[in-house]
């Protein structure tokens, strides 16, 4: 079992900055893509970018030039940087992870956080 703990979100303004977190927990053999995703209510789920384990980014179009996503393998950790934030960036973002976990065997799964709030609003 994984767990997936999630930070930051909250409120900014156009123009500002915020920064998400997510902490992976559990039998974790290995991770490989994390990610993070974002959803409107009744709406469905999108990528807003990926890492792999060499590091190789992916970025939705809208992301491309003003959010970083970085991941830190020692702690399991996904991080996303957002900046220049406009205010159809606000949604729900989650943290996705492909990942290994072993206990008798090696078991590959996809997991996600609970998900954030982030809106941005003068």
């Known amino acids: 079992q994984v767990q997936l703990v999630e930070s930051g979100g909250g409120l900014a303004q156009p123009g500002g900055s915020l920064r998400l977190s997510c902490a992976a927990s559990?039998?974790?053999?290995?991770?490989?893509?994390m990610g993070w995703y974002r959803q409107a209510s009744g709406k469905q789920r999108d990528v807003v970018a990926t890492?792999?384990?060499?590091?190789?980014?992916n970025y939705a179009d809208s992301a491309k030039g003003r959010f970083t996503i970085s991941r830190d393998n020692a702690s399991n950790t996904v991080t996303l940087q957002m900046n220049s934030l406009k205010p159809e960036d606000t949604d729900v973002y989650y943290c996705?992870?492909?990942?290994?976990?072993?206990?008798?065997?090696?078991?590959?799964?996809?997991?996600w956080g609970q998900g954030t709030q982030v809106t941005v609003s003068s």
């Open positions: 996705n992870v492909d990942v290994v976990t072993k206990t008798t065997f090696l078991i590959r799964g996809v997991y």
């Open positions: 559990g039998n974790i053999f290995s991770i490989n893509t």
């Open positions: 890492i792999n384990s060499s590091g190789r980014t």
